[in-house]
């Protein structure tokens, strides 16, 4: 039987070229995710994820996730560590993220994303993560020293004056040594700046305080029984690890990382494969519908309904097999160039040898023939149940199952993914935005299911303005022809471009909820300045900004993350006045003046969230410890400003850190905003480089981009899947033509000219793609819309459709589908019209 | 019959199909004239060319050799655009099968040539077509709903509906049995007698042939012999004289 479906294949090359496409797409993505997070994240490990300390030592952290800055202990905990029994050395060690390094031309250096730390000195060679490659150990505040990758990338020489940023101020030192990492750490990889203990402390941190203890045992000890017995020493303010936990650590935050981004990959994979199934249940469907006789006549030659089965699911394994190849190959091929761009990028990312893992091979395997076999299934269990006397007859149908049971079940899947629409728009929130995607993609398969139903009267009344001349007529009637093989093609494209337009219409409401509130919190003759480099940055910005002419105030806001119970939440300290004059806040109750005695102030669906009224007290976790805070007012939800409100001095006094994260500057009145700019710009630019200074609109731009960069990457993806939709719509169109060569020949011989015929099929795609399109849009706008009547106080206030943004996504199908009709009529054309009407 | 009678005129066409040592010569040199007006029936073994002759004459396709007239119009010198211009405007066609588009009615059917034209039909003379095929209460049925005899009706409805100068039917009747070949054959007769038609018929049916005026023989590729107002029982005598009739003669 694998032989008959394997030349069937063979003699139905055509057929079989875009199954063919669809498969491998879908597995290229899957098996493309694989080997690059198994290739990058086994380089990774291989040299990341390793200790040279036997024990770290680290303080406990009261906040689960989302640190901005490692909680810091003082020094007296090494020298309690180094008393311990079986210690041989425990050096304190300070080593921070945010660090900005520039070139000699005072530009930032570009890291591709990578972070650069700063760091003491080590100060025992036996637990150091780096180590001198040429010069001396930096000491004082005027020495400084680098990786020796870096230094060369940015083009430092021992001697040179380097200068750099933290967050605690811009820093101009000689570099006296170059250093390399020893095997490990976890800044391995990225640039790293290092200064003596005191001084990295004082520029880094600008106070004192470690991240780590580093502890070597003594030889001959066990270190799992001396790190219980520093556990047990110091108590559970410490987080006590051996290499071994460290290692494990690392790999497990490498995975979570890289996770991310492979699940996105799979996603897509998902999609793809999705949306390509519908296109290979057609085309078995054809191909076993135009083979009918010649699979009867089988049957009458003896062969049993399993072996003709059976011929039709060798032939999905035949395609199953090749598709799945193709993407495993071509996904290796994206991984490497993936690999390769890094290796360009003169990074010292480990380049360990590509990981094409088992797994991934089985995996790849799996779904694409899993995926081919599953779709062609209807179309074999058809295929088994044609009768054997069909050999003998004229004109074969396949029996096809009647529409009735499927619509029945499409009704009732309507009717619950109704209820759960209903459902969720009462809920609201983030349960609400859970029950309407469930209820759209419910939604989905209803009219999937339901769709031959509808596609006769969607296309009758689509086609309306397309005229009643003959060519079109024909067209529509073929479209209407075959109601399931049109809902299943134009439905692959449904799928595709609901979800572009859900995309689209989201990413408008968060655009315009942005520009929304940030036209309502700030006024015109604001400005705000951020930094481009790093979160936080000096308070010497601030104090330097004040004194520029033209400004009248600066309004500072700190920020870091906390947790309370288990929510997440950004803490801000906002300096007096910041909630009345640069920043316009409605309170729904209390006021500003609350901050001033030390209570908190919280946005709305934070308080909602954390069911907090006025009065009430909570406790706040950050990186310092858990601080009793109580509730003195409530904000209208703000975009600005949504966290947890404290003043400065509340700020510092739950040990938030004493750096900078945004700053309001009001321009005095009289004063042009742009002038004042200039003058800001001018006082910081040359110590700050990646200092940002915007006005109102500018702001605005920027806070738009993270949309834009999600919409430009999922909206590749997406179009992706729509490519795979529209592939099925010319094969669609070119099967159909080939199945119905007597016709057209027919056609041909009493008349229709070419232009004529390729209308009729222009026609044909132009009615599928637009069944397709328009119950995508719908269902895409209508999801949006909900989701965003869901999340009014979560950021998408207002809601925008882009309606001509809709319409031009509507044209370009259309525009697509005459492009898809080409190929489908040139062949069509071609068919010489003896032939065609001679033809079996 | 005066050249200014034909509606058709074969002169001297040829059609030669392969090369070399396989050659065959489907045509050989063959001539003639359909008049206008009149029912012409062309009759031969299996194989003979008959079908081959129809097409070229239709226009369907090119002969190796020679010339086809339609009327004074030369077949074989006009672009395949025109041509099949010339194919939906002045020429009808009945297949002996697979005649009808599935998709549309029998009445869509029948306005189709016209529909590709992008003409309005003559209403009396469609009422009269109709009429004369009498399916007028079938019109709106799909070819799947008709039988074979009804669906070779509306092909012949659809062939006469552009009032073309020439219907060709290629053994219009080859799949039908006798009642139903009567309908169709007395379709054309009528067609040609009351309307004035000119149709030129393949069959290798004689008592189908005994419908026409005159019939052409047609063996190997060559014109054998002509019969005038044929009857079943000399039709089939000339069959048999040509069978007797070695074929080296030729
Ligand atoms: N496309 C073709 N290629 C090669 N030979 C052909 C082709 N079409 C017809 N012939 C040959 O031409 C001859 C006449 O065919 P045809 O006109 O169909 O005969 P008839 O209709 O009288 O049965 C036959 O010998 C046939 O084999
Ligand atoms: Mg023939």
Redesign the interface.
Known sequence: MFKLGLRSVLAHRLRFVLCTVAVTLGVAFAGGAMVFTDTLSHALKKNYAVSTADITVTPSSPIETGTDRPPTFQAGLADRIAAIPGVASAASQLLVSDVEILTPDGKPLENYGLTSFGASWPRDARVAPFKLVDGTPPSGRNELALDDSTASRAGYAIGDQVRIVTPTQAVTATLTATTTPVAAGAAAGAPLVSFDGATAQYLLLGQAGWTSVSVAVQPGSDADAVSKAIATTIGDSVKVRTAQQVTADGEHSLDSTFGGFSTVLVVFACLALFVGTFLIVNTFAMVVAQRSRELAMLRAIGASRGQVTGTVVAESVVIGILGSTLGLLIGIGVAVGIRFTYQLLDLRIPTASLQVSPATIIVCYVIGIGVTVAAAAPAARRAGKLPPIAAMRDDVTVPERSLLARISIGGFVLLMAVLLYAVGLNAGGTPGVVLITLGAGTGVIAIVMLSPLLSRYVVRALMYPFGR???V??GR??A??NPRRTSATASALMISVSLICGLMVIAASAKASINQSIADALGTSSILITSGGTPTFSTQIGDRTAQVPGVQSVHRVRQESGQVGKVSVRVSGVSDGTLDGPVTTTFDAGSAAVLGSGQAVLPRNLATTLGLTVGKTFDLATTTGKHRLTVGGILAPNRQLNAVLLSLPAYQKIGGPVTDNLLYVEVAQGNQVAEVRTGILDQLKKDYPSIEVRDQQAYAATAREPVNGVLAALGFLLALAILIALLGIVNTLALGVVERT??IG?????????P?LNRMLRVESIAITLLGALLGVVIGVVFAASVQSSMVDDGLAVRDIPVLQLVIAVAAAALFAVLAAVWPSRRAARLD??RA?ASE | MGVADAAVRAVGVWKRYGGGQTQVNALADVSADFGKGRFTAIMGPSGSGKSTLLHCLAGLDKPSDGSVFLGDVDLTKVPEKQLTHLRRDRIGFVFQAFNLVPTLTALENITLPLDLAGRKPDQDWLTTVIDTIGLTDRLSHKPSELSGGQQQRVACARALVSRPDVVFADEPTGNLDSRSSADVLDFLHRSVRDFGQTVVMVTHDPSAASYSDRVLFLADGTLQSELIDPTAESVLDTMKKLDSAPAEQH
Do not use: F, H, S, Y
Not at chain 1, 746 to 754: E, Q
């Open positions: 001349k003959a060519p007529t024909l009637r073929n209407e022809r007597r016709e027919l056609l041909r011989a009493i008349g229709m000219d070419r004529q019209v003896l009407i």
